[in-house]
């Protein structure tokens, strides 16, 4: 007898942790695996964050917190707003959770009934399909395509709409294809959202500062979508900080006290040492961390002419993020060392077993042709595990 609920059941496990586990399993193995799967910068979080967590627990912050967060973590995620983004908030408007993922699921428990749709430009982070699913809503996938950076266009989000569309969710920069929707393309899709007022956005900027265009846009700046737009952010993936689980929205005033409402039954308030650290890294200067984004850039450069010199790889430049995401449907059909592979599935599997590299299959991001690799790794282990790829695709 089944003894776990339907939604568990029907629950996909996630696919970035489960090729991690599959790693560690053969790094157990003795197995010398090189992991390119994870969105984990290999930073050490800056030692002035440190200092400042050192010193909460010096000054006993031990005590549970809001549910919403420290009102001066709220004001210190308010100047970041109207700093980097020329975004207006009020406390009432900020939401502090615990990780960026928390605050995606508050959001769909509080705007999605059953059968809403929520549109889903692909390729898409992982959870996204399955925060909704979880929620009851229904996700409607948008096709992109290599040659397009993987942006949706207007046209195609007009074609995705029915009267049961709820939602819009996004992420710029992109994880897993790195692109960056400019200011232009984000007012084309609110051109169309205007004759749709019953839509919401939801806007994931987890890597806004991992931008090597050095122009950021978020929906909420236009004053027609301010009112419709949730924007998501934290500190995990620019601070180097994925470990301490801080993230936040800036929404409506309505929609972050329902937001307030749901996390006081699930989780209450983030941790108390974490926050008083996060004030310090929001009221800090972006340029504090500007030496890992040049990295990354210099690793971006790298991997992408390693790449390009595989026979049947198709990349495109991600403009953000530290991922590159690409086509490797010219393999499918093709049979190397005895194996078969018929999908980015298989791929990433063959490359785990043979090349001793972990990457991610695009399915698991809707996205059946490509597979997504981190160069959130050391050079020398970029080099490596493209060297390894290589060799085993040849």
Same mark, same amino acid.
């Given at each position: 007898?089944?003894?776990?609920?339907? !939604? #568990?059941?029907? &629950? +996909?496990?996630?696919?970035?942790?489960?090729?991690?586990?599959?790693? !560690?399993?053969?790094?157990?193995?003795?197995?010398?695996? %090189?992991?390119?799967?994870?969105?984990?910068?290999?930073?050490?979080?800056?030692?002035? %964050?440190?200092?400042?967590?050192?010193?909460?627990?010096?000054?006993?912050?031990?005590?549970?917190?809001?549910? @919403?967060?420290?009102?001066?973590?709220?004001?210190?995620?308010?100047?970041?707003?109207?700093?980097?983004?020329? &975004?207006?908030?009020?406390?009432?408007?900020?939401?502090? +959770?615990?990780?960026?993922?928390?605050?995606?699921?508050?959001?769909? +428990?509080?705007?999605?009934?059953?059968?809403?749709?929520?549109? $889903?430009?692909?390729?898409?982070?992982?959870?996204?399909?399955?925060?909704?699913?979880?929620?009851?809503?229904?996700?409607?996938?948008?096709?992109?395509?290599?040659?397009?950076?993987?942006? =949706?266009?207007?046209?195609?989000?007009?074609?995705?709409?029915?009267?049961?569309?709820?939602?819009?969710?996004?992420?710029?920069?992109?994880?897993?294809?790195?692109? /960056?929707?400019?200011?232009?393309? $984000?007012?084309?899709?609110?051109? /169309?959202?205007?004759?749709?007022?019953?839509?919401?956005?939801?806007?994931?900027?987890?890597?806004?500062?991992?931008?090597?265009?050095?122009?950021?846009?978020? =929906?909420?700046?236009?004053?027609?979508?301010?009112?419709?737009?949730?924007?998501?952010?934290?500190?995990?993936?620019?601070?180097? =900080?994925?470990?301490?689980?801080?993230?936040?929205?800036?929404?409506? @005033?309505? #929609?972050? !006290?329902?937001?307030?409402?749901?996390?006081?039954?699930?989780?209450?308030?983030?941790?108390?040492?974490?926050?008083?650290?996060?004030?310090?890294?929001?009221?800090?200067?972006?340029?504090? /961390?500007?030496?890992? /984004? *040049?990295?990354?850039?210099?690793? !971006?450069? &790298? #991997?992408?002419?390693?790449?390009?010199?595989?026979?049947?790889?198709?990349?495109?430049?991600?403009?953000?993020?530290?991922?590159?995401?690409?086509?490797?449907?010219?393999?499918?059909?093709?049979?190397?060392?005895?194996?078969?592979?018929?999908?980015?599935?298989?791929? +990433?599997?063959?490359?785990?077993?043979?090349?001793?590299?972990?990457?991610?299959?695009? *399915?698991?991001?809707?996205?059946?042709?490509?597979?997504?690799?981190?160069?959130?790794?050391?050079?020398?282990?970029?080099?490596?595990?493209?060297?390894?790829?290589?060799?085993?695709?040849?």
């Amino acid at each position: 007898m089944n003894r776990l609920s339907d !939604r #568990i059941n029907n &629950l +996909s496990t996630s696919a970035t942790l489960a090729m991690a586990a599959k790693a !560690r399993e053969l790094r157990a193995e003795g197995k010398d695996i %090189i992991g390119l799967s994870l969105g984990e910068p290999d930073f050490n979080t800056p030692d002035f %964050i440190k200092d400042a967590a050192i010193e909460a627990i010096n000054q006993n912050y031990n005590s549970y917190t809001p549910v @919403d967060g420290y009102s001066e973590l709220k004001e210190a995620i308010i100047t970041k707003f109207k700093r980097d983004n020329n &975004l207006n908030y009020t406390l009432p408007q900020i939401v502090v +959770s615990t990780g960026a993922k928390q605050s995606l699921f508050n959001v769909a +428990s509080v705007l999605l009934n059953k059968g809403d749709e929520v549109i $889903l430009p692909c390729p898409y982070w992982v959870s996204y399909r399955d925060i909704v699913k979880l929620n009851d809503g229904v996700p409607v996938e948008v096709k992109t395509d290599i040659e397009n950076d993987f942006k =949706m266009t207007a046209a195609q989000l007009e074609a995705a709409i029915t009267p049961k569309t709820k939602m819009i969710w996004y992420s710029s920069p992109c994880n897993p294809s790195g692109s /960056v929707y400019s200011k232009e393309e $984000l007012r084309a899709l609110a051109d /169309v959202l205007q004759k749709y007022p019953n839509i919401y956005v939801l806007s994931d900027e987890i890597y806004e500062h991992i931008n090597f265009i050095g122009d950021h846009f978020s =929906m909420a700046q236009f004053d027609d979508m301010y009112d419709r737009t949730v924007t998501v952010n934290g500190v995990s993936k620019a601070f180097a =900080m994925t470990g301490w689980r801080i993230g936040y929205i800036g929404a409506p @005033d309505w #929609i972050a !006290r329902a937001c307030t409402k749901m996390q006081g039954q699930i989780t209450s308030g983030a941790n108390c040492i974490a926050q008083r650290a996060v004030i310090t890294a929001l009221e800090a200067s972006p340029s504090k /961390v500007q030496y890992m /984004v *040049d990295e990354f850039k210099v690793r !971006r450069q &790298l #991997i992408l002419g390693l790449l390009n010199a595989i026979e049947g790889f198709k990349t495109n430049e991600p403009e953000g993020a530290f991922y590159v995401f690409p086509d490797v449907s010219a393999y499918f059909g093709e049979t190397i060392k005895g194996k078969t592979i018929n999908n980015a599935t298989d791929m +990433s599997l063959f490359l785990l077993e043979e090349a001793l590299v972990a990457t991610v299959t695009g *399915d698991a991001f809707g996205n059946a042709n490509c597979i997504r690799i981190s160069y959130a790794a050391s050079q020398n282990n970029i080099k490596e595990a493209i060297k390894r790829i290589k060799l085993a695709l040849s």
